[in-house]
């Protein structure tokens, strides 16, 4: 039996997950696939992976992209979600600030430094002609503590995905401004080169498992009401999510690499480019 570690954020997106780690399908091909739940997100996955504590992560393209350009010693493998990431633009809902101009030269809650929320907040800024310059983080780590910053007012705002922060927009918790999608396929696969060199057919064998759970995924019977059940989501918001959720059993294209590398460098997140090669790796 073959042990990976896999990591990913606790969200409805990585359900296709854990059908197949609950039906067997990856013990039944000779994995032993250990998955565990990174609500932090993406930089604390990002140093995971340099620090070896999982094989896998299914990580946000941007977050990657740029670690792997500083030293990240993993490749992308291939996109798993092709559909951009929509991310809601939140305030407290006792906030002075009605919308997203409102927010300019505020402080913005991040879950770490290189995570989406904080390369979201310079997307977010670019595309308001904002002075990315100026903006000021305030690190929250979860989602938790991005409510208490916002409630405490040490931060006031908080870049999340769309549909897994609407429960708090709906309790009164958080008031949401506007949206801001990824102009970019939101998750990828990466994997630590050392497991691509040393196990490059298990990485293969678990690939063709997960794409095979992906294609089929939204005619599941019943999916959107066990989505809405697992993750506290009223069952509308979650149908709509499907609508707009598209899953990908490709490898990332040069061009779209490009684009997302060009924009990182463009707004000054990265100070250099990679090569296609030296990032993407297909299995």
């Known amino acids: 039996?073959?042990?990976?570690?896999?990591a990913g954020v606790p969200e409805h997106f990585n359900l296709p997950w854990h059908l197949c780690i609950e039906n067997g399908a990856f013990e039944a091909a000779g994995i032993d696939l250990k998955w565990t739940d990174i609500p932090e997100g993406t930089g604390k996955m990002c140093q995971m992976l340099r620090d070896g504590d999982t094989d896998i992560a299914v990580i946000l393209s941007e977050g990657?992209?740029?670690?792997?350009?500083?030293?990240?010693?993993?490749?992308?493998?291939?996109?798993?979600?092709?559909s951009p990431l929509i991310w809601g633009i939140h305030v407290s809902s006792q906030s002075q600030y009605k919308t997203i101009s409102d927010l300019e030269n505020t402080k913005v809650a991040i879950s770490r430094y290189g995570s989406g929320s904080q390369l979201m907040?310079?997307?977010?800024?670019?595309?308001?002609?904002?002075?990315?310059k100026k903006l000021e983080f305030e690190i929250v780590n979860t989602i938790e503590g991005a409510v208490e910053?916002?409630?405490?007012?040490?931060?006031?705002?908080?870049?999340?995905?769309?549909?897994?922060?609407?429960?708090l927009v709906d309790k009164g918790i958080f008031r949401r401004v506007g949206d801001c999608p990824t102009p970019w396929p939101?998750?990828?696969?990466?994997?630590?080169?050392?497991?691509?060199?040393n196990q490059?057919?298990?990485?293969?064998?678990?690939?063709?498992?997960?794409n095979k759970k992906t294609k089929e995924f939204k005619e599941i019977p019943n999916i959107d009401k066990n989505l809405a059940s697992?993750?506290?989501q009223q069952i509308e918001d979650i149908q709509e999510w499907l609508r707009l959720t598209e899953w990908s059993q490709k490898p990332l294209s040069e061009k779209m690499f490009d684009k997302i590398q060009n924009q990182l460098f463009e707004l000054?997140?990265?100070?250099k480019k990679g090569g296609f090669a030296e990032i993407v790796k297909v299995v």
Request: aromatic fraction near 10%; hydrophobic fraction near 45%.
């Open 121 to 132: 907040a310079y997307v977010n800024a670019n595309n308001q002609n904002w002075d990315t």
């Open 186 to 197: 939101c998750f990828v696969i990466a994997v630590r080169e050392e497991v691509l060199q």
């Open 268 to 271: 000054k997140i990265i100070d």
């Open 200 to 210: 490059s057919n298990t990485i293969s064998k678990i690939l063709e498992i997960i």
């Open 149 to 167: 910053a916002l409630t405490n007012g040490t931060a006031n705002y908080f870049m999340w995905e769309h549909f897994m922060t609407k429960p």
């Open 230 to 232: 697992k993750y506290h």
């Open 64 to 82: 990657i992209v740029r670690d792997i350009t500083a030293g990240n010693p993993s490749k992308i493998v291939q996109v798993y979600v092709e």
């Open 1 to 6: 039996m073959k042990k990976i570690k896999i």
